[in-house]
């Protein structure tokens, strides 16, 4: 099991940024991905950005250039800077851990709970 917390969300003027955090409650250098999602409301849960064991990161194309995904392997912990948000930033931001079983191979998504962000104009 890996718990996931969340923190970091609130409310930011257009242009502004968050940093959000993500601690887990296991080391996170044995996880096969870490991520954030968001899902704003009545839209489905969407990837924001992902990173590997190795460190490879992806991103939507809506926030490339703009987020900024890395890890802490020291502090068990998943950032996501957040800069020149915009109102279609809004939304609640869920970190997603990815665990692989070492002996069926199967995978085991966790969640954490979420945190809001909201960017007003």
């Known amino acids: 099991q890996v718990q996931l917390v969340e923190s970091g969300g609130g409310l930011v003027q257009v242009g502004g940024s968050l940093r959000l955090s993500c601690a887990a409650s296991?080391?996170?250098?044995?996880?096969?991905?870490m991520g954030w999602y968001r899902q704003a409301p009545e839209k489905a849960r969407e990837l924001v950005a992902i990173?590997?064991?190795?460190?490879?990161?992806n991103y939507a194309g809506s926030v490339k250039g703009r987020f900024t995904i890395s890890r802490d392997n020291a502090k068990n912990t998943v950032y996501l800077q957040m800069n020149s948000l915009k109102p279609e930033d809004t939304a609640v931001y869920y970190c997603?851990?990815?665990?692989?079983?070492?002996?069926?191979?199967?995978?085991?998504?966790?969640w954490g709970q979420g945190t809001q962000v909201t960017v007003s104009s």
């Open positions: 296991s080391s996170i250098s044995s996880l096969n991905s």
């Open positions: 997603n851990a990815v665990r692989r079983a070492t002996v069926s191979q199967n995978l085991y998504n966790y």
């Open positions: 990173i590997t064991s190795g460190g490879t990161t």
